[in-house]
T-cell receptor, first 113, second 117 residues
Framework: LAKTTQPISMDSYEGQEVNITCSHN???????ITWYQQFPSQGPRFIIQ???TKVTNEVASLFIPADRKSSTLSLPRVSLSDTAVYYC??????????????FGQGTTLQVKP | GAVVSQHPSRVICKSGTSVKIECRSL??????MFWYRQFPKQSLMLMAT?????????EQGVEKDKFLINHASLTLSTLTVTSAHPEDSSFYIC?????????????FGPGTRLTVT
């Protein structure tokens, strides 16, 4: 399973755009990139998933360069409620492997007023 | 859709007793469920993979006789912490893998806070 590296923490202010970059140099051909959000004492919540280029949904965008060795989660106009830990995970596509997700240390985002 | 529940959400037990935690996929079938443990201010640590109708696969260092996992149906997996000790106090989280999709999707339960006194 590909290992991921993220900044341990980031600070931002309300209304700003936040970009969290994740490195995954050993990503395999079948691997997808998934980002989760976790609030204290809650289970992780799926944010977005992608394979290449750009993916956008109602809460975030995910940018993946051509070499797929990194990815950037973009949160537009963050609010105080976006304060959480964000995890970048790289896992198989479910085509026959275990589907295990190994969590790294995550990025603790602190949004300030 | 894709809701995973856990029961109980919080449990306190005495040292030496056993505790069962349930994980249910409410609106989808999950052939595979995963169990994680999370200590304060740490990341989630994968404990085991639970496959419906077969034995669980445990990660290295996780005692299979202490953490009993049963996945009797496509919507229910249980984790039993046997002879619990204070060091087993932790936040236990399950996830369920959506079956039949081309892309791997997992959904997490809300977690169970276990305190062993």
């Amino acid at each position: 399973l590909a290992k991921t590296t993220q900044p341990i923490s980031m600070d931002s202010y309300e209304g700003q755009e936040v970009n969290i970059t994740c490195s995954h140099n050993n990503i395999a051909t079948n691997d997808y990139i998934t980002w989760y959000q976790q609030f204290p004492s809650q289970g992780p919540r799926f944010i977005i998933q992608g394979y290449k280029t750009k993916v956008t949904n109602e809460v975030a965008s995910l940018f993946i360069p051509a070499d797929r060795k990194s990815s950037t989660l973009s949160l537009p106009r963050v609010s105080l409620s976006d304060t959480a830990v964000y995890y970048c995970l790289v896992g198989d596509d479910g085509s026959g492997n275990t589907g295990k997700l190994i969590f790294g240390q995550g990025t603790t985002l602190q949004v300030k007023p | 859709g894709a809701v995973v529940s856990q029961h109980p959400s919080r449990v306190i037990c005495k040292s030496g007793t056993s505790v069962k935690i349930e994980c249910r996929s409410l609106d989808f079938q999950a052939t595979t469920m995963f169990w994680y443990r999370q200590f304060p201010k740490q990341s989630l640590m994968l404990m085991a993979t639970s496959n419906e109708g077969s034995k669980a696969t445990y990660e290295q260092g996780v005692e299979k006789d202490k953490f009993l996992i049963n996945h009797a149906s496509l919507t229910l997996s249980t984790l039993t912490v046997t002879s619990a000790h204070p060091e087993d106090s932790s936040f236990y989280i399950c996830s369920a893998r959506v079956s039949g999709r081309a892309v791997d999707e997992q959904y997490f339960g809300p977690g169970t806070r276990l305190t062993v006194t």
